[in-house]
């Protein structure tokens, strides 16, 4: 035992290369388990977001009933490390909608994660990408018919998940997408 802490003693009172090094390669394993539990974190929470609301291919929908308006709804999301829901397909958007009747109601309306806020007509996803899929109501209203009053998108249930342009200051739940790696 005297010749370990004698061993200690001398490692850090004489520092050389070699204790620099060695300190150094510690330092990085330290960096590297810290960044592994975080990882470990982010993919616990994940599951736990994933049990609470619903699952689909590469994403996790959970729904927040909790009426607030577009901005206020997409902070929400980033805090909690996703974003507005945005289906890519009409596959999704089907999932979507059956999530949003079971979990928020039959006649309810969500942000998604689709505005035009910047220029009027050109419909962006929350990273400014241009919309490939869309899923305006076309049939009775001809969506999206706001013009600059209405800037923000959203899925209704009652309209059996097609979208609308809506006032972004409304206040609508919404449901925030977390994408599985």
């Known amino acids: 035992m005297l010749y370990a802490s004698g061993y200690i003693w001398h490692f850090f009172a004489f520092p050389d290369s070699a204790n620099s090094a ?10 590297d388990i810290v960044q592994e539990l ?15 609301g619903t699952k689909v291919i590469g994403k996790c929908f959970l729904a927040d009933p909790v ?18 829901a945005t289906p890519v ?18 006649e ?13 007509g050109q419909w962006v996803d929350q990273s400014g990408s241009n919309v490939r899929f869309k899923n305006w109501e076309t049939e009775i209203t001809l969506q999206p018919d706001g013009g600059r009053s ?8 009652t309209a059996n998940g097609k979208w ?10 919404s449901v ?4 599985i790696v």
Request: aromatic share 6%.
């Open 150 to 157: 209405q800037n923000c998108a959203i899925l209704s249930t």
């Open 108 to 120: 309810e309306q969500i942000w998604l994660g689709v505005n035009d806020i910047v220029t009027d």
């Open 22 to 31: 060695a300190i150094e390669e510690l330092k990085k394993q330290i960096n």
């Open 89 to 106: 397909t009409g596959d999704q958007n089907d999932q979507l909608y059956s999530y949003v009747r079971q979990s928020i109601g039959p």
């Open 38 to 52: 975080n990882l470990l974190k982010e993919q616990q929470a994940l599951q736990t977001v994933c049990l609470r």
């Open 164 to 173: 609308f342009d809506e006032n972004c200051r409304a206040e609508k739940a």
């Open 67 to 84: 009426k607030k308006t577009f901005h206020a709804a997409s902070d929400d999301c980033i805090a909690k490390g996703g974003s507005l």
């Open 176 to 179: 925030c997408e977390f994408n």
